[in-house]
């Protein structure tokens, strides 16, 4: 790769500009800062990282320039990158500041050929790249290598008013098969909605294809961050935030080793209202084989909020092993206010612990499940893992 190298005058000039904040990242500053002052303790602690990160690499540069030598912002790649195409892989660079060939994740995606069977990977270079990025079905095995969910993102702020449809609102929509995606966040920047809005939806990834995989993930929103629309998918060590059915969806999806963060307004002591759902699953008919799995997670934050709430009259959730603390409403679910749901929704709980997986209160459609009925949801069997899914590092 051709690095290019900016002198030092023109260093100092970006600078100034990252040291006034996120501007340069965001048309709309205003905006994205507001978000931030809304999110929970540990996501501002996260999302706060993307600023210093930046800033902190471009100091760096500034405060150790090789004497006399043009100081470069492109030299940070690994040595012999990109790798050259195989008959298996080809990779594409994307990096904001123009170190590579592109310059916008959709650049990329549109350059990758129709019906490849060979896997693209997308490798993403640090920042917060504000694009809207779709990947049409005729796209399958494309990869985003991100540099760590607190460091690269794509963020948009469509809403369900501006995207004709809470549907085409996110940031990021799959359409393709077996699409990854490592260390990298997917953000809607719109303005939260408050009590009583409208059309203020706000999607930040909608997964529309099967056989997806996301490793070491974030997925920031407000109300429906994370659409699993359909198919199989698998996330593994996510960060995901929200406050209204903030994962929603009729996909049959594994989240393992997940935190979950309701960033929903904190409530009163002793308030009984409820403010938030961490699922909204749709699964609409008993033909469908569709359903969300736990396994191994954690569900913090704040606000009032239930574990799920039956979006279609199937909906199907199970929560293993995770740790709740006492934001969960002790009902913990809730069937839309339609008791007829109370049949055919599946909604089950196993071994969980915190304060918020005292079971005593639960809604009587809720199952505690016994060691045999755990086993369907505990592993990567539940989306058929063995016949898709690979390992991280392959
Ligand atoms: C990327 O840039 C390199 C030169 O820097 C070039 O050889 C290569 O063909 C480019 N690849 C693509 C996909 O544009
Ligand atoms: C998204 O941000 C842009 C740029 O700041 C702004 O013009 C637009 O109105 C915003 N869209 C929504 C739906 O908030
Ligand atoms: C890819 O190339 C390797 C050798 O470089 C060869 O062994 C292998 O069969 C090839 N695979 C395909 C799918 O063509
Ligand atoms: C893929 O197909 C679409 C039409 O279906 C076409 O517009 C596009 O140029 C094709 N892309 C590539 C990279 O061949
Ligand atoms: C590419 O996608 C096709 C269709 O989804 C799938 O059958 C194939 O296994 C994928 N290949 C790779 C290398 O992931
Ligand atoms: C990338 O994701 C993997 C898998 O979740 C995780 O173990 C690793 O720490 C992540 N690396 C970075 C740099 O975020
Ligand atoms: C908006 O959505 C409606 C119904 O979903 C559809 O009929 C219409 O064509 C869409 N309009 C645009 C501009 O996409
Ligand atoms: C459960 O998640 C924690 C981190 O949240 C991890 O350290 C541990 O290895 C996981 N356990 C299993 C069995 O996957
Ligand atoms: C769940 O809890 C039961 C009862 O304490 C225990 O026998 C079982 O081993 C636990 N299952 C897992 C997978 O930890
Ligand atoms: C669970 O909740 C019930 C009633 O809400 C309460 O009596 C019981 O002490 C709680 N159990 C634990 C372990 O906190
Ligand atoms: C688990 O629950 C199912 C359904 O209620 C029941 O048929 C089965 O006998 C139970 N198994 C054990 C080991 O208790
Ligand atoms: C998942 O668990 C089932 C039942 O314990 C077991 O038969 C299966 O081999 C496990 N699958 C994986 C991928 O570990």
């Not at 994307?94 to 350059?111: E, K, L, P």
């Not at 909608?206 to 920031?220: L, S, V, Y």
Request: aromatic share 12%.
């Amino acid at each position: 790769m051709t690095s290019k190298s900016i002198s030092f005058t023109v260093l100092v000039a970006i600078l100034a500009t990252f040291a006034s904040k996120v501007l340069v990242i965001n048309p709309n500053p205003e905006l994205f800062l507001k978000y931030l002052v809304h999110l929970g303790p540990t996501s501002s602690i996260i999302i706060a990282k993307f600023i210093p990160f930046n800033f902190d690499d471009f100091r760096r540069h500034r405060k150790h320039p090789d004497k006399g030598k043009p100081v470069s912002i492109c030299d940070d790649f690994p040595p012999n990158f990109p790798p050259p195409e195989t008959n298996t892989t080809l990779t594409l660079c994307v990096d904001r500041n123009g170190c590579c060939n592109f310059t916008t994740v959709q650049s990329a995606v549109d350059t990758v050929a129709n019906f490849s069977m060979k896997r693209t990977v997308i490798w993403i270079n640090s920042g917060i790249y504000y694009e809207k990025v779709i990947i049409p079905k005729t796209k399958p095995n494309i990869t985003f290598q991100g540099q760590g969910y607190t460091s690269t993102a794509i963020a948009w702020n469509d809403t369900a008013n501006s995207a004709n449809g809470t549907f085409y609102s996110g940031s990021v929509q799959v359409f393709a098969a077996n699409f990854i995606a490592k260390n990298i966040s997917f953000m809607n920047v719109a303005p939260i909605p408050r009590p009583g809005d409208v059309g203020a939806q706000a999607v930040a990834i909608r997964i529309a294809g099967d056989q997806a995989a996301f490793w070491g993930c974030g997925f920031f929103g407000a109300q429906d961050t994370l659409h699993d629309d359909r198919g199989r998918h698998y996330f593994k060590d996510c960060y995901i935030q929200g406050s209204i059915d903030f994962i929603f969806g009729n996909g049959k999806s594994l989240y393992e080793g997940c935190q979950l963060i309701s960033m929903a307004s904190p409530v009163a002591p002793g308030s009984k209202g409820i403010n938030g759902a961490v699922t909204a699953h749709g699964r609409a008919s008993a033909d469908e084989n569709s359903g969300f799995a736990f396994v191994n997670c954690s569900v913090g934050g704040t606000g009032r909020i239930w574990l799920g709430r039956a979006w279609r009259p199937f909906s199907r959730v199970v929560f293993a092993l995770t740790s709740m603390t006492d934001i969960i409403a002790p009902e913990g679910w809730n069937d839309f206010n339609d008791p007829t749901r109370d049949q055919t929704i599946f909604y089950g709980e196993y071994n969980c612990t915190g304060d918020g997986a005292n079971i005593t209160s639960r809604a009587p459609y809720v199952q505690k499940l016994n060691d045999t009925q755990a086993t369907l949801f505990l592993n990567t069997t539940f989306i058929d893992g063995d016949a898709w899914l690979q390992s991280f590092n392959s």
